[in-house]
């Protein structure tokens, strides 16, 4: 029944659009490494009607079909945008392994009502016994026991949060938003196609473990699609959760079932650092784009700076005049980036340990176009040459909003796909501790490379891409909630998402679907999903000086749950990297 609704609202939805995929043709000659992919056409939009849906007066999408309903339900019983979006994020911790979690942490954002925004920080913080070199070779390299084992563990904030946000805002009973969850765990669920890829991937990392083998991979072989899995030990965890809130997370059998793992497996958490974990409320980092207030998160999320800075550079740029994915619009974008994810890379961290982070600075307008009169209208600008203008993937994310206009875009992570592999009471835990900086300079998972301000120290959280976004317009209404999963990929995503809509008028499905680039500052080079561009805008950006690298699968690009406002009430769309759904009423 699910999937014919899917498939309902979603046709009803995609009739709707203001502008329709169009059947593409992939071009596929053999070029610098045989794996270039063309478009062909004029659009490049591919859309799934299977992730798309809408609702006149609320709408849920989650990376989840299952956690959507989930979230669809607790609104259509009364609850508000919190309630769906906490009980949506405890069924993706049961149906969505590789990212939802309740050893992991994130971020959301909130438009309570009109000038009444808010953003929590449940991130994960570095153990009370975590050092600056904990994770060097005796030859000063880095080695991998920052995402392997269980030294790579941040303690994790995700229970924390939930249970903050819905104690500030929520409506429904606290052990009504974790029922679907509980009965999720305790009746089974099936494994979609999702799923059982992502397991299959990284089946050697889940058999190192032997209660994640003996979860996800009984008799060694992967989960198949249609096989309904049961998870009694989660059960019995969350049900602690619904009748102590937190504490019956951080503290009693769950805590001592981690503690007893970082024993076993040489970790570093212990029952103070869960007992001590505490989510911080910050003040929303906000900016204007086109006619839209936008509000995101600030520090330890880089994704907002990274965000206002886009934007900041972009003023008097009119993109949607120089056409989808033209050199001169990709150009912009690649060399914003460049410079924007610069100053992350060096500069920002946990603003509780950077005392001197020069946020205000990153963020002015002026600073903006300080960076942008460097960039040259025709050529590239090699990134060694960036440092010098600056002074000093796995996530997932779900987006709600309710009949009230109260809208909650929330990101969690276990880091990688799931975490570092090794499972506690049913649940996996993260490898977060990649998120630091090891030693200034050299590559983390991402490739990214971060300066000393990310640098390990107790107590302190990670830099984190994690960017949910709200849009609001003049009279303070929401009028667009996204978000990513993705790495680094997220800001990028949660970027051309915004631009997709605002500065070329795509609707949701085909903003969100369209293919994407990315770029951090280093490794120097523009990674280009398939069809992303045309071989004349490849030849003609490679003759400005760029490095395309068509290397990447389209997971890697991100995936995005995104909902906007219309004139018919609200549309939303999941990823088809990804998967999910947008369900409404």
Known sequence: MLA?????VALVALAGCKKHAADTKSDKPRGDKGNESYRTDTTGYHTDPAVVGS??????????PLASKVGRDMLAAGGNAVDAAVATAFALAVVHPTAGNLAGGGFAVVHVAKDQDATLDFREVAPGAATETMFLDAAGKPTKASTIGDRAVGVPGTVAGLYALHQKYGKKPWKDVIAPAIAFARDGFAVDAYLHKAIEYKKDL??????SAALWLPGGKPREVGEVVKLPELQAALERIADKGADGFYTGPTAQAIVDEMTRGGGLITAKDLAGYKPDWRDPLTFDYRGRHVVTMPPPSSGGVVLEMTANMLRTVDLGKLGWHSAEHLHWLIEVWRRAFAARNELLGDPAYVKDMPLAKL?????ADQLASSIQPTKATPSKTIPGLIEGNHTTNLCVVDASGMAVAMTVTLNTAFGNGVTVDGFLLNDEMDDFTSKPGEPNTYALRQGAPNKIEPGKRMLSSMTPTLLEDDQGQVVMVVGAGGGPRIITAVWQTISNVVDFGLAVDAAVAAPR???????????????AITREVDKKLRTMGYIMDFSQTPREFGAVTAIVRTQNGWQGAADPRGGGAAIGD
């Open 4 to 8: 014919q609704r899917l498939a309902l």
């Open 55 to 64: 609702g006149k007066t609320f709408l849920v999408v989650s990376e989840g």
């Open 206 to 211: 889940l058999a190192a473990s032997p209660a």
């Open 363 to 367: 963020t002015s307008q002026a600073y």
């Open 517 to 531: 680039i990315h770029h951090q500052h280093l490794p120097d080079s523009v990674r280009v999903e398939g069809e």
